[in-house]
């Protein structure tokens, strides 16, 4: 599975992003896909995923009712909506896939910058 995040870039706070994960090669096998982000000297960090199967999403707290994760199953895109963002969100946005059997894949990530 190779997966492409676009959509990072600088905006000011309280604004909004959209990033978007492509995904291709073996997608049926996709069991989930989330975000995770990554801010300097910080740990990698979920955002949000969801089950390739259905159900509901999840989200870390501090981005509940802020942010929001969505799959288009026809184009094999994952995107995640943020809106009235933080300097505190500023971090590496990384698009991750778990693959029934246990496998995982990353993207390369993509800079989301929020200034004050």
């Known amino acids: 599975v190779q997966l492409v995040e676009s959509g990072g870039g600088w905006v000011q706070a309280g604004g909004s992003l959209r990033l978007s994960c492509a995904a291709s090669?073996?997608?049926?096998?996709?069991?989930?896909m989330g975000w995770y982000r990554q801010a300097p000297g910080k740990q990698r960090e979920l955002v949000a995923d969801?089950?390739?199967?259905?159900?509901?999403?999840n989200y870390a707290d501090s981005v509940k009712g802020l942010f929001t994760i969505s799959r288009d199953n026809s184009k094999n895109v994952m995107y995640l909506q943020m809106n009235s963002l933080k300097p505190e969100d500023t971090a590496v946005y990384y698009c991750?896939?778990?693959?029934?059997?246990?496998?995982?894949?990353w993207g390369q990530g993509t800079q989301v910058t929020v200034s004050s």
């Open positions: 969801m089950i390739s199967s259905g159900g509901s999403p």
């Open positions: 991750n896939a778990d693959l029934v059997g246990g496998l995982g894949y």
């Open positions: 090669g073996s997608t049926l096998s996709i069991r989930a």
